[in-house]
């Protein structure tokens, strides 16, 4: 099971962070990723981390802006820190988990696990 939770209301230029925590992780090759729906439009990648890559991955609108980590003392917990958010960060943000890393990793078809979701608004 996968919980997001960290989402709100806030105001552009604010700063806020989300959480994900996965019960379990069985592989070490595994992808948590983060992806959001906007209002009325489809499903979209916003970064991941690969453990056996040892690297993030970020969509061109997010990058600069967002930064994900982990948690060194839970290591099924995954932070996304959004700084600078605008109008078009609003949507209900999705944690995933995909034991295996792929190249594909932005594509939401490669995860099979998600959580319920954490709505960011963003008020201009």
């Known amino acids: 099971q996968l919980q997001a939770s960290g989402g709100g209301l806030v105001q552009a230029g604010d700063s806020v962070r989300l959480s994900c925590t996965a019960s379990?992780?069985?592989?070490?090759?595994?992808?948590m990723a983060w992806f959001r729906r906007p209002p009325g439009k489809e499903r979209e990648f916003v970064g991941c981390?690969?453990?056996?890559?040892?690297?993030?991955?970020y969509s061109d609108s997010v990058k600069g802006r967002f930064t994900i980590s982990g948690d060194n003392a839970k290591k099924n917990t995954m932070y996304m820190q959004m700084n600078g958010l605008k109008p078009e960060d609003t949507a209900v943000y999705y944690c995933?988990?995909?034991?295996?890393?792929?190249?594909?990793?932005?594509?939401?078809?490669?995860?099979?696990?998600w959580g319920q979701g954490t709505l960011v608004t963003v008020s201009s």
């Open positions: 981390y690969s453990r056996s890559r040892r690297r993030t991955y």
């Open positions: 995933t988990v995909r034991s295996i890393h792929t190249v594909a990793y932005y594509d939401h078809r490669q995860y099979d696990h």
């Open positions: 379990e992780l069985a592989s070490s090759s595994y992808i």
